[in-house]
């Protein structure tokens, strides 16, 4: 899957592209199932943090697969394993949209034993993400209120089991009143209705007047701000996300801590994948998590429809394509 100028779902294109042979440090993986992101959709036009590299960009930062074949000096992975790409790589070189790709080794995870393409696609990204901001950078611990905000989406639904896991009880906020009971169904302990009620004061409220000790932010911009009334003295506010796209203003509740979060900070170095990938799978093998897929999209040629279906932000969970 390419696009060769930046635009809507419509610039996407899936075309046949001639792949050599695994140079030295580098894996063939034939791809069986791939995961949307938000980061996908803004980079395609190019909103994302970085731009594309056109003509002939590529996109995409998971997929699941089997390895076909690897390069000289490769031996930690060989033909016939099951892997999952880590998403710690720049997108336009070697995004993973694709049926066959080629990846550094080091862009490579070992898919947990007895996991589905459609599962494997669909956690690493959002689940390395909640562990590496909530448990790794905020230092979540049992009885925390995490306040996780745009809660439908892939990371906010994986936040609410990571929350869990650890026994921290998270309180969430979505938009509109159509998706609070499906939180409530996925374990959110509370569900605020952004459009409706004041997300400060109904934070407040919910921990009898102490506030969150960990604010979890996927949206940014002027309203971020706003969030350092929700938290305790001293807490912790992660920002993600930025599908607010004015820049973010900082909140002035001092003494508290503020992390802008990126995945890179676990998926860059061999240690932080060997701890993320032994969390994420101990919580595959136990069921403490469970990815939300929301929509299968079945062959490549439907990935403009799962764009359009991200854009439209209707969905609860991961948008899968099954390649």
């Known amino acids: 899957m390419l696009f060769h100028e930046i635009g809507g779902p419509e610039v996407l294109t899936v075309e046949e592209v001639g792949l050599p042979d695994p140079a030295p440090g ?4 034939r ?24 003509p002939g960009s590529r996109n995409g930062y998971e997929a699941a697969g089997e390895v076909e074949a690897v390069g000289e000096g ?13 998403g710690n790589f720049e997108l336009s070189a070697h995004g993973v949209h694709a049926d066959r790709v080629l990846l550094p080794d080091t862009a490579l995870v070992p898919r947990p034993s007895g996991t589905d393409a459609i599962t494997a696609a669909a956690v690493w990204l959002t689940y390395t993400t909640a562990y590496g ?43 509109t009143e159509a998706k609070r009971q499906r939180l409530y169904e996925l374990g959110a302990e509370h569900v605020i209705v952004s459009e409706d009620e ?18 979890l932010d996927a949206i940014g911009g002027a309203g971020f701000a706003a969030l350092g009334e929700a938290v305790v003295e001293d807490g912790t506010l992660v920002s993600y996300g930025w599908l607010d796209e004015q820049p973010i203003l900082l909140p002035r509740q001092w003494p508290l801590t503020v992390h802008g979060y990126a995945n890179f900070a676990v998926t860059d170095t061999e240690a932080g994948r060997h701890r993320a990938s ?37 969905q609860v969970g991961k948008i899968v394509v099954r390649v």
């Not at 490769?74 to 880590?86: C, I, Q, Y």
């Not at 929301?294 to 991200?310: P, Q, S, T, Y």
């Open 26 to 29: 580098e894996v063939l993986v």
């Open 31 to 54: 791809v069986e199932a791939l995961a949307l992101n938000r980061a996908e959709v803004l980079f395609r036009a190019g909103q994302y943090y970085y731009q594309p590299t056109l």
């Open 74 to 86: 490769v031996t930690s992975f060989a033909p016939g394993d099951l892997v999952m790409s880590a």
């Open 133 to 175: 901001a909530l448990v790794e950078r905020a230092g979540m611990t049992p009885g925390d209120r995490i306040l996780i905000t745009g809660a439908s989406s892939g990371v906010g639904t994986a936040a609410i089991q990571v929350a869990r896991r650890a026994g921290a009880v998270p309180i969430v906020t979505t938009r």
């Open 198 to 215: 004041d997300v400060v004061k109904e934070t407040k409220r919910l921990t009898g007047g102490r506030g969150a000790d960990i604010v």
């Open 278 to 314: 032994h969390y994420v799978n101990s919580g595959l093998t136990d069921g403490t998590l469970r990815p939300v897929v929301a929509e299968v999209f079945e062959g490549l040629d439907h990935i403009r429809d799962a764009h359009r279906l991200m854009e439209s932000n209707a």
